[in-house]
């Protein structure tokens, strides 16, 4: 894994509350779609959300049963960084 992705994947995963958080994990959204490993309608509830500092993205993919396979990646990831 290169060092860009591997940065996105820390700063997709950093957690709610941090100020302008939000934002910086909608910045890494916007990489993994572009790189097409992100659904646009996940892309989208990151993009809602990126105002929203202390609103988790993944609760809100939960609640609305959006991105199921991002999901997935996540804990993935997770598991193996953590």
Do not use: H, K
């Not at 700063?11 to 790189?35: H, L």
């Amino acid at each position: 894994m290169d060092e860009e992705t591997r940065r996105n994947w820390e700063i997709i995963t950093m957690p709610p509350g941090a100020e302008w958080s939000g934002r910086a994990r909608y910045a890494a959204a916007m990489y993994f779609c572009q790189r097409g490993q992100m659904a646009p309608e996940v892309l989208e509830i990151y993009r809602i959300c990126s105002r929203l500092d202390a609103e988790d993205p993944v609760s809100v993919l939960r609640r609305w049963q959006v991105g199921a396979e991002w999901i997935e990646r996540l804990e993935a990831w997770r598991g193996r960084s953590g």
